[in-house]
């Protein structure tokens, strides 16, 4: 498991070292023995609160642009697809649309239930799949040049993947969370 911040693993070896002492056992036995879960866990805790308003954030707006996408698919081709605005029409705006929901209700779920380690997948996928389809567009097809239509996608994906690597280090499992609630009942 990595660390959430040098404070925290400061504070982590510290604990160790005072219980290592206390009890006469080697300071790397009372290391591994110490309580990293519950220090991580608080800050950890916070990451994934930030990262599961992130993510209703993100649902939020692929909602407006699930909407855009139905109401006028003039809106694909004047901001995203501008390198072939001809190749733009209304099944190919609402196929967006309706990838575009789907996107948003998985993150939305995820957000929900962000310990669920599948949904977690599934919606880092969804960031994966929006990056490579914006890159493969600007970079392979020249149908999307970089504008600012094209970089907030690519911003949102980049940032959002790297965020939920970060927060998958948060994820306790199941195993994991009822061994430390048995230890607090102890």
């Given at each position: 498991?990595?660390?959430?911040?040098?404070?925290?693993?400061?504070?982590?070896?510290?604990?160790?070292?005072?219980?290592?002492?206390?009890?006469?056992?080697?300071?790397?036995?009372?290391?591994?023995s110490?309580?990293?879960?519950?220090?991580?866990?608080?800050n950890?805790?916070?990451?994934?609160?930030?990262?599961?308003?992130?993510?209703?954030?993100?649902?939020?707006?692929?909602?407006?642009?699930t909407?855009?996408?139905?109401?006028?698919h003039?809106?694909?081709?004047?901001?995203?697809?501008?390198?072939?605005?001809?190749?733009?029409?209304?099944?190919?705006?609402?196929?967006?649309?309706?990838?575009?929901?789907?996107?948003?209700?998985?993150?939305?779920?995820?957000?929900?239930?962000?310990?669920n380690?599948?949904?977690?997948?599934?919606?880092?996928?969804?960031?994966v799949?929006?990056?490579c389809?914006f890159?493969?567009?600007?970079?392979?097809?020249?149908?999307?040049?970089?504008?600012?239509?094209?970089?907030?996608?690519?911003?949102?994906?980049?940032?959002?993947?790297?965020?939920m690597?970060?927060?998958f280090?948060?994820?306790?499992?199941?195993?994991?969370?009822?061994?430390?609630?048995?230890?607090?009942?102890?």
């Amino acid at each position: 498991m990595l660390l959430c911040c040098s404070g925290c693993s400061l504070q982590w070896s510290r604990r160790a070292k005072r219980s290592a002492s206390a009890t006469g056992e080697r300071w790397s036995d009372a290391l591994v023995s110490s309580e990293l879960p519950l220090l991580v866990s608080g800050n950890m805790s916070r990451f994934l609160n930030v990262l599961r308003s992130w993510l209703v954030m993100v649902s939020v707006i692929a909602v407006g642009n699930t909407v855009q996408s139905f109401r006028d698919h003039s809106f694909l081709s004047e901001k995203l697809y501008t390198g072939t605005p001809d190749f733009v029409n209304g099944l190919q705006a609402r196929t967006f649309g309706i990838w575009t929901l789907l996107s948003s209700i998985i993150r939305c779920a995820c957000a929900m239930d962000i310990q669920n380690r599948t949904l977690y997948h599934i919606t880092m996928w969804t960031f994966v799949l929006a990056l490579c389809h914006f890159l493969s567009e600007a970079f392979i097809y020249k149908t999307a040049p970089l504008t600012i239509g094209v970089m907030a996608p690519l911003f949102v994906a980049g940032f959002s993947i790297v965020g939920m690597l970060i927060g998958f280090q948060c994820i306790t499992d199941p195993e994991e969370v009822s061994g430390a609630r048995q230890k607090k009942r102890n």
